[in-house]
């Protein structure tokens, strides 16, 4: 069974950072494309960023280039999105997702970011 | 601001068909980039519904099913169920972009 589990969410004041995990099993991690999509409050689905079976190539929203960044660890079947400068407009459950052909297959259960002074 | 245009609601009786309609342009759907449709229970993550514009995952039922033309598509759920009611979301890719878009989303109410 696929199971994604998300976990490093919080409050942070606005300018903080923080760091999600996202720890997989129930697959083969390393063959996998992953993702970070997120939902604000009361809101629609936002893709955030994604990564490829390596780490070699990595992809973002517009809104959060230069401000996160996301990583993996194959040996540890984890993927990792760093949040830095974060703004009020970034606070949302975040979710890792493992990716199919351009489509997002598997979710965790998401992980709440609150950003507020 | 969403390049994927959903209508808000939609809703039916049990037992009826509704359809959720997905709009979208010529850098997306236009472009020939495939279709898919996510479930999204109150409180829960978002789910699978239909990939590549037709296709189902295991386990998803055949009242289930998609379509696509031009630059929209569509989901249609036939035999309306109680647990059916839910927020549903169609995705795709955006060549604009350069990344992934998701619907504005549509809430199912079941009468």
């Known amino acids: 069974e696929v199971k994604l589990v998300e976990s490093g969410g919080g409050l942070v004041q606005p300018g903080g950072s923080l760091r999600l995990s996202c720890a997989a099993s129930?697959?083969?991690?390393?063959?996998?494309?992953m993702s970070w999509v997120r939902q604000a409050p009361g809101k629609g689905l936002e893709w955030v960023a994604n990564i490829n079976e390596d780490g070699s190539q990595k992809s973002y929203v517009g809104s959060v280039k230069g401000r996160f960044t996301i990583s993996r660890d194959n040996t540890k079947n984890s993927l990792f999105l760093q949040l830095s400068s974060l703004r009020v407009e970034d606070t949302a459950v975040y979710y890792c997702?493992?990716?199919?052909?351009?489509?997002?297959?598997?979710w965790g259960q998401g992980t709440l970011v609150t950003v507020s002074s | 601001q969403s390049v994927l245009t959903q209508p808000p609601s939609v809703s039916g009786a049990p037992g009826q068909r509704v359809t959720i309609s997905c709009t979208g342009r010529?850098?997306?759907?236009?472009?020939?980039?495939?279709i898919h449709w996510y479930q999204q229970l109150p409180g829960t993550a978002p789910k699978l519904l239909i990939f590549?514009?037709?296709n189902r995952p295991s386990g998803v039922p055949d009242r289930f099913s998609g379509s696509k033309s031009g630059t929209s598509a569509s989901l249609a759920i036939s035999g309306l169920q109680a647990e059916d009611e839910a927020e549903y979301y169609c995705q795709s890719f955006d060549s604009s972009l350069g990344g992934y878009v998701f619907g504005t989303g549509t809430q199912v109410t079941v009468l």
């Open positions: 010529s850098s997306n759907i236009g472009a020939g980039f495939d």
């Open positions: 129930g697959f083969t991690f390393s063959t996998y494309w």
């Open positions: 590549d514009n037709i």
């Open positions: 997702s493992g990716q199919g052909h351009h489509r997002f297959d598997s």
